[in-house]
């Protein structure tokens, strides 16, 4: 019969080691040749602040999720994100890597991972560690991604700091939409959303993106349309120009939002 127990891994001055119960300290004895066994990896969530807790089969997920991307090196952090924690229609998972540069491949090989792990559809993101600290600050995109999410370790958001440098670049895409002719209706809902976002920093709210997408139906006040572009159906010239116009109007309002900033 082999002689087992079950124990967790405790932190040494030198070494992290693992105790042997005094019950049976006569069974295990010193010079004693033993093999440890892996049985679980620690898991420990560290959710957002506007984010309390997660239902069992979300939260075993998470868990799985983090446990299926604890060998690849690289990452440094993981973050689950977007309309799988509180929705309970959600076509995929979002994930955030937050990594070093030197696995061009890395969102190929983690998507590989999780896809066959799970045989759900997932949407992976890598920022390099380099560029992320910085891009909590100023970026209105990444601060909304984050607004609810759980990672597997401890974080919290900076404040806030304007940088119209970034804001400018985020501005160069729905700015390029005004002028181009393009076959993707998807591209005017995601143009809107970031337009949104980005008032909202301006203006120093919440960048909670459950608001975001009531201030989408708001605005566009047209299910039809709404469904549309978000599914990236057909729209005609019509609603084109509507939504152009509707995109123009909110550039112009973060032009007057830039220029306060300045005063």
Same mark, same amino acid.
């Given at each position: 019969m082999t002689e087992e127990f079950t124990h967790k891994i405790s932190k040494g001055s030198r070494y992290n080691q693992v105790y042997i119960p005094q019950s049976m300290k006569s069974i295990f004895e010193v010079g004693d040749l033993v093999k440890i066994t892996l049985l679980r990896k620690k898991s420990e969530l560290f959710y957002s602040k506007n984010l309390n %807790? *997660?239902?069992?089969?979300?939260?075993?997920?998470?868990?799985?999720?983090f446990s299926s991307? +604890?060998?690849?090196?690289?990452?440094?952090? $993981?973050?689950?994100?977007? +309309? /799988? *924690?509180?929705? %309970?229609?959600?076509?995929?998972?979002?994930?955030l890597l937050i990594a070093n540069n030197q696995n061009k491949n890395l969102e190929e090989k983690a998507y590989s991972l999780l896809s066959?792990? /799970?045989g759900l559809n997932f949407h992976i993101i890598f920022i390099p560690e380099k560029n992320f600290k910085e891009l909590l600050k100023f970026c209105p *995109?990444?601060?909304?991604? *984050? !607004? !609810?999410?759980?990672s597997n370790k401890e974080f919290s958001l900076p404040k806030q700091e304007y940088n119209p440098e970034h804001i400018n670049f985020l501005l160069m895409m729905p700015q390029d939409l005004l002028k181009l002719n393009i076959s993707s209706s998807r591209a005017f809902y995601d143009n809107i959303r970031r337009l949104l976002a980005i008032i909202c920093f301006l203006e120093y709210k919440e960048l909670n993106p459950i608001n975001i997408e009531k201030n989408l139906s708001k605005l566009l006040d047209n299910n039809i349309i709404i469904y549309q572009i978000k599914n990236n159906l057909p729209i005609d010239k019509s609603q084109v120009r509507k939504l152009k116009d509707i995109i123009r109007k909110m550039l112009n309002k $973060?032009?007057?939002l830039k220029n306060e900033q300045k005063s």
């Open positions: %807790s *997660l239902n069992k089969f979300k939260k075993d997920a998470v868990i799985r999720i991307l +604890s060998n690849i090196k690289e990452i440094k952090q $993981i973050f689950v994100f977007g +309309s /799988f *924690l509180f929705k %309970s229609d959600f076509k995929d998972i979002d994930v066959e792990a /799970f *995109l990444t601060r909304s991604m *984050l !607004y !609810y999410s759980v $973060i032009g007057k």
